[in-house]
């Protein structure tokens, strides 16, 4: 029987709970915010790097995001997205912050997710 690994950073999410276009899913063994279609915050509670915040944004909107919260810093695996990790002292401070951002539709904050891939089988053309 497979475990469910409960993510204890979920309550991150919980501002979102009235928003209708809020939606949670399952992305890098984490879990992802999504609101008006866009990829905003990514909950991960899982070994470093992969224990923090991440906000899903652009290079360009780097600097504006840290003058903003000076705990952000650029994820050390995905470079293109900003991270505060789960054990920095603002973490819980930057967390409310970033999702009161979100709320706001700050356009620093959220990406358009890529389109999935379909698989080559599914787009392969039977033989006729």
Not at 11 to 38: H, N, V
């Amino acid at each position: 029987m497979p475990s469910t690994v409960s993510n204890s950073l979920l309550w991150i999410f919980d501002a979102f709970e009235r928003d209708p276009t809020y939606l949670r899913k399952r992305m890098f063994g984490s879990d992802a915010a999504y609101l008006d279609g866009l990829l905003c915050l990514i909950a991960a509670d899982r070994g470093k790097p992969w224990s923090g915040l991440l906000v899903c944004t652009s290079h360009d909107r780097h600097a504006a995001l840290i003058d903003t919260l000076p705990a952000l810093r650029p994820h050390p695996v995905l470079g293109k997205w900003l991270y505060v990790p789960q054990d920095d002292a603002e973490f819980e401070t930057t967390a409310a912050e970033l999702t009161a951002l979100v709320l706001a539709r700050d356009p620093r904050i959220g990406v358009e997710p890529k389109p999935r891939k379909r698989s080559r089988k599914a787009t392969l053309l039977p033989d006729t």
